[in-house]
């Protein structure tokens, strides 16, 4: 810290004496500075010494004094070095008591000891202070640096916490804790979230301070335009220069932690992009020999493949051209760049998902592919239930804005597959695609493909397409059955419904089986088709099933 009056008192060269404020030695000195004015208020910054000869000043008048004691005092002045010898040859009493009455530090200069003496030792310990902070700051950035290497981001902030004596934390892109030190300061750090979801609102790089508990620094990691980290700082008092030395270097050291390379990610979205290919064109060996260190692990456990796709793209596609894309070909080479998050829901979900995977130390696949996003992640593991929690944010989103006029809202349609293996991930493509088509016509976010096993068909019927179909199909019988010339249509369902069987079905009815037989012949002579025919009892079942709501 600057150099204290008590400091200068004790300087064996100045040969100073304490006049008054004696309990306020204490007190840094920032600066020393000489003037004669009668009134050097204007141009004082706070924290100086104030040198005077009280060439210009009635140092004998009480009043006088008073008001200049007063004004110096609420300038911020810390201390008057009053010279002896000169204009008077002892500190005049009006001024010793204004100062005593103030608490100002009254200093008495002999006449052997320069104005210039005594602003070269404030000036020497200052250079002397900043030297140590400088000094203190490299020593500092090499503990650091060797706590990152040895021990990572854990290592870092634990010698962090130290360096600034309080406690650090570390959040992720989603702003979630990833580590902290002291391992008490997580939950106090996670009290902060919000105030980092703001920060990360912010072009990078970007800080604030927070109040609270402590004195909280929040400054956010990276170097694109929208921050991957932040760090979080809490002291008991505002940082000096060597702790504010260790932020920095912290900062950067975590930078270069948490923000890889452009060539690095996009290297390594090329190979996912590569294995992901493999895996599709029925090559798991190649893609495992591919994937290596660095996707290998995903490949040796179950799991699900994940398909999105923003809203509007996907009200955009044509559900005829979806089972192309199985193909390995639809992965282009060239679509390897996370999006950026800008109100954009697929860079969102990206995050999200690599996020909650670093975390959980899970290895997972993020392949952009056009306007969708195809994510490899472990069955079971943290990314899958991130992007559960995902979509159920976005839909809570959706509705909130839909309640406000003019509301915007980023929607996102995701399809998930069953667990899968590198042999049948061709497969599991597919369901995801069954599954995002599936959300894609009912208006949701996410739609697992065992929900389409174990649900009903029923639900996929409602759709104009198909009640279209079964109007079309159905449309003779209903014609016939408004004339009162018979009940067609009642009498298929019945006989559908029974499986073919005569005389279950007429009881049913009502009627006799003979005259059940009849009415099936009329049918097979209105529609043109053959009832022993399973593709059309099913063609038949199922456009009754359809329009099952609007026959009454």
């Known amino acids: 810290m600057p150099p204290t009056l008590a400091a200068l008192v004790h300087h064996s060269a100045l040969k100073l004496t304490v006049r008054a404020g004696e309990d306020r030695l204490d ?18 910054e706070g924290g100086e010494l104030l040198l005077i000869t009280a060439l210009k000043l009635d140092a004998e008048d009480p009043e006088t004094m008073r008001r200049y004691v007063k004004r110096l005092v609420g300038a911020g002045v810390v201390g008057l070095g009053f010279a002896v010898g000169v204009n008077y040859e002892e500190i005049p009493k009006a001024l010793v008591d204004a100062a005593q009455e103030e608490g100002l530090p009254l200093l008495e200069v002999p006449r052997r000891t320069p104005f210039l003496a005594i602003s070269k030792a404030v000036s020497a310990a200052i250079a002397a202070d900043q030297y ?25 902030l634990a010698a962090l916490a130290g360096q600034v004596d309080g406690w650090a934390a570390l959040y992720d892109a989603s702003g979630s804790v990833v580590a902290s030190a002291p391992e008490w300061a997580g939950r106090r750090a996670a009290r902060l979230t919000p105030d980092v979801e703001r920060l990360r609102e912010r072009p990078a790089p970007a800080s604030s301070v927070v109040g609270g508990e402590d004195r909280v620094e929040l400054h956010s990691l990276g170097t694109g335009r929208r921050p991957r980290a932040a760090l979080a700082v809490g002291t008991a008092a505002a940082l000096g220069t060597a702790e504010r030395y260790a ?36 090559e798991p060996d190649h893609a495992r020999a591919v994937a290596g260190d ?125 667990p899968s293996g590198p042999i049948a991930a061709g497969a599991a493509y597919k369901q995801a695609e069954q599954a995002l088509s599936v959300a894609r016509r009912r208006g949701r976010f996410l739609v697992e493909h065992e929900e389409l096993a174990a649900g ?34 009642a009498s298929l369902r019945a006989w559908l419904s029974r499986h073919g069987q005569w005389d279950a079905a007429a009881a049913d009815l009502g009627v006799h089986r003979h005259t059940l037989r009849y009415r099936m012949r009329r049918v097979e002579e209105i529609l043109g088709r053959s009832l022993d025919d399973p593709d059309v009892r099913m063609e038949l079942w199922l456009a009754l099933k359809a329009t099952a709501g609007t026959e009454e």
């Open 27 to 44: 007190v840094p000195v920032r600066w020393a500075h000489a003037s004669e004015l009668a009134d050097p208020v204007p141009y004082m």
């Open 132 to 156: 140590r902070a400088v000094t203190a700051g490299f020593a500092a950035q090499r503990e650091l640096t060797k706590r990152a290497l040895n021990d990572g981001p854990e290592g870092l």
């Open 247 to 282: 932020v920095h270097s912290a900062i950067a050291l975590l930078t270069l932690t948490t923000e890889r390379s452009r060539s690095l990610h996009a290297a390594e979205q090329r190979i996912g992009a590569a294995v992901l290919r493999m895996l599709l064109a029925g």
């Open 294 to 418: 660095l996707y290998g692990a995903l490949l040796d456990a179950p799991f699900r493949l994940i398909l999105a796709e923003s809203a509007s793209a996907s009200a955009a596609r044509v559900h005829a051209d979806g089972h192309a894309r199985v193909a390995a070909s639809a992965l282009s080479a060239a679509a390897v760049a996370v999006p950026e998050t800008n109100g954009d829901p697929l860079g969102g979900l990206a995050e999200v998902v690599e996020s909650a995977a670093a975390r959980s130390g899970e290895s997972v696949l993020v392949v952009p592919d056009g306007e969708r996003l195809v994510v490899l992640a472990v069955d079971g593991g943290a990314a899958v239930a991130a992007c559960g929690e995902y979509a159920v944010a976005l839909e809570a989103a959706r509705t909130a804005a839909r309640e406000q006029p003019g509301g915007d809202e980023d929607e996102l349609v995701v399809g998930l597959s069953a």
């Open 456 to 489: 009903s068909v029923l639900p996929l019927l409602a759709d104009d397409a198909v009640r279209a179909f079964a109007d079309g199909l159905l449309r003779a019988l209903h014609e016939h059955d408004a004339t009162g010339r018979g009940d067609l249509v």
